[in-house]
């Protein structure tokens, strides 16, 4: 086996004047061979910086401010890059600038940006393709579903058409015809990390942690590396018991951005589980059953309108459906025996059953009992499944893992409770506080 010879960085990025399209592309390469290219960057940007300063005023300064900024959007220092790109000039220069003003949320000034790169010669179908992104992002679907119609005639060879159409389907909630053209975009380009997150994303969302963590970690060889990135990746990396690697993620981010609250959180809450120990076989078996939990109902056939239905009430898996009774279930409009026939063949398969969580059995925790009485109304409430919190997918997991069925339940747990429980920390918590107050409600004790 050949040694693969690492590209230098420093005759790439300091030691040249030019700076073009390929010059981009070779040091994306570059910094996909491992994380000692990055800390050449580092030093490389550092060199930069003596050499725009040096070149103050003069129009070599320009492109070693172009380099600089380069390097800095690589690294992952948007505002500095940002700064940079602007003292620079070129299609080149304007292009990266939209693209790192999208990364800060500004997608008014990014359009600027991409205009004057398409007027400096940049290619026109890509500058309409980061168009359509930015128009699909702020919630204007057909306006992105007509410059795509532009560049239609390129869909067979162009992975940002099939990354930019498969958004808008995800838009439009037509998820199978998304992840369709985010993994053509992946085959025709297998290092396009907008499509890698996004089918990431969506094996996250279902339960699936081992596909969603591998796609994440392609992400992660091809550079730039954005924040969404990392914290998700450092989510499924905690509830994979993989501490060490979440609290890296975590660390990677607050390099960036001191600032950033939720990593901050997030990395001491992993960085404390580093010190925790659990028993190997019990946890074991609790994860093969939260597996089965965690399957999304869309993985089996169902008919129409039991999906519906199930769509309508927010019971997205299968222990949503071990939270709800037959009667639950039934007071759904259009919900009658012959779905809920079809939902218990599913159930039962699985050895599960219907309202199974909601059950007292011998050695199982009780379920919460209210000690006044209450009104028809308030009961109702409380009988009302976790589901209906709308968690992220953090915090649900955690509800499984601590059995709770309903908010009767939860609210009976004092946050002091809820923080004991593996991977459940002040930010899930802060989360869940808020979802209850919007109902009107609070843990015990708050």
Not at 53 to 71: E, F, M, Y
Request: aromatic share 6%.
């Amino acid at each position: 086996m050949v040694d693969t010879i690492l590209i230098d960085l420093k005759a790439l990025m300091v030691e040249r004047e030019d700076c073009d399209a390929g010059t981009v592309e070779k040091l994306r390469t570059a910094l996909a061979q491992g994380k000692t290219q990055y800390r050449a960057l580092r030093e490389s940007a550092e060199a930069l910086k003596k050499k725009v300063d040096a070149a103050a005023g003069s129009p070599l300064g320009k492109r070693w401010h172009l380099k600089l900024a380069i390097s800095q959007y690589f690294i992952g220092h948007l505002g500095d890059a940002i700064e940079n790109f602007k003292q620079a000039e070129g299609a080149l220069a304007n292009f990266y600038l939209g693209k790192a003003l999208l990364e800060k949320q500004q997608p008014d000034e990014a359009l600027k940006a991409f205009d004057k790169a398409e007027k400096a010669g940049y290619n026109s179908n890509q500058v309409k393709l980061q168009r359509a992104g930015i128009y699909r992002a702020q919630g204007d679907v057909a306006h992105a579903r007509s410059v795509l119609k532009e560049v239609e005639s390129q869909a067979s060879h162009n992975p940002e058409y099939h990354f930019q159409t498969g958004c808008c389907f995800s838009e439009e909630g037509l998820h199978d015809k998304a992840v369709q053209h985010f993994e053509k975009a992946i085959e025709l380009d297998p290092s396009h990390t907008g499509a890698l997150f996004q089918l990431g994303h969506y094996n996250d969302l279902a339960g699936n942690d081992e596909d969603a963590i591998s796609c994440y970690e392609r992400c992660m060889n091809h550079p730039p590396i954005h924040v969404g990135l990392l914290m998700n990746l450092g989510i499924l990396y905690e509830d994979s018991d993989k501490y060490d690697k979440a609290v890296d993620c975590y660390r990677r981010i607050l390099h960036a951005d001191p600032n950033h609250e939720q990593a901050r959180l997030f990395f001491k809450d992993a960085e404390a589980s580093l010190t925790m120990y659990y028993n190997p076989e019990a946890e074991l078996a609790s994860s093969r059953y939260n597996q089965v939990l965690e399957i999304p109902v869309t993985d089996f056939e169902l008919s129409v309108r039991s999906r519906n239905c199930l769509k309508k009430m927010n019971i997205r898996t299968l222990g949503d459906l071990t939270r709800v009774s037959e009667p639950q279930l039934l007071s759904s409009k259009n919900f009658g025996e012959t779905s809920l026939n079809e939902i218990k063949l599913i159930l039962g398969a699985k050895s599960l059953r219907v309202g199974q969580a909601l059950e007292t059995s011998s050695g199982s925790e009780r379920r919460f009992m209210p000690t006044q009485q209450l009104s028809e109304e308030e009961q109702m409430k409380l009988n009302r499944p976790v589901s209906d919190l709308n968690l992220s997918v953090r915090a649900r997991k955690c509800m499984n893992r601590l059995g709770l069925a309903t908010l009767g339940e939860l609210v009976h747990r004092t946050a002091d409770e809820l923080l004991e429980a593996k991977n459940f920390g002040m930010t899930s918590l802060n989360e869940v506080r808020e979802k209850l107050r919007q109902m009107g409600m609070n843990l015990r004790g708050d």
